[in-house]
């Protein structure tokens, strides 16, 4: 699969899988994982970056919900879920994985709690 990628407004980069709109980012998430433009890659680092993707914006998405208000922790997770783009290849737990850590991740941050160590989902 050829990787394109393309600026769109603001900050955000479209990215194309063989000419195909296959995602969007933010210029953050793509320089962090620049890959550059007409590389060839595979399924498997394809995914790779689509985690890394859903995980930015399921983590920006829970920092943008907790600044205007407090949410429980069921309540981020049910959000999260509605609004992180899910490809039809990565599974459900994973996922879920992914919207666990970024919402206890985002938590700590907040409160600084350093007593409960989290786990990187990477």
Same mark, same amino acid.
């Given at each position: 699969? #050829?990787?394109?990628?393309?600026? +769109?407004?603001?900050? &955000?980069?479209? @990215?194309?899988?063989? +000419?195909?709109?296959?995602?969007?980012?933010?210029?953050?998430?793509? @320089?962090?994982?620049?890959?550059?433009?007409?590389?060839?890659?595979?399924?498997k680092q394809w995914q790779a970056l689509l985690v890394k993707i859903n995980y930015k914006k399921a983590l920006n &998405?829970?920092?943008?919900?907790?600044?205007?208000?407090?949410?429980?922790?069921?309540?981020?997770?049910?959000?999260? @879920?509605?609004?992180?783009?899910?490809?039809?290849?990565?599974?459900?737990?994973?996922?879920? @994985? #992914? #919207?666990?850590?970024?919402?206890?991740?985002?938590?700590?941050?907040?409160? +600084?709690?350093?007593?409960?160590?989290?786990?990187?989902?990477?």
């Amino acid at each position: 699969m #050829i990787l394109t990628h393309q600026k +769109g407004r603001g900050t &955000k980069v479209h @990215l194309f899988l063989d +000419g195909e709109y296959a995602a969007t980012t933010d210029e953050n998430c793509w @320089l962090d994982n620049y890959i550059s433009n007409g590389a060839d890659i595979d399924d498997k680092q394809w995914q790779a970056l689509l985690v890394k993707i859903n995980y930015k914006k399921a983590l920006n &998405k829970c920092a943008d919900y907790l600044s205007r208000r407090d949410y429980s922790v069921k309540e981020l997770k049910t959000k999260l @879920l509605k609004s992180v783009d899910t490809h039809e290849s990565c599974s459900n737990h994973f996922s879920m @994985l #992914i #919207i666990v850590w970024s919402v206890q991740h985002t938590l700590l941050m907040l409160h +600084g709690n350093s007593n409960n160590p989290i786990v990187h989902p990477f």
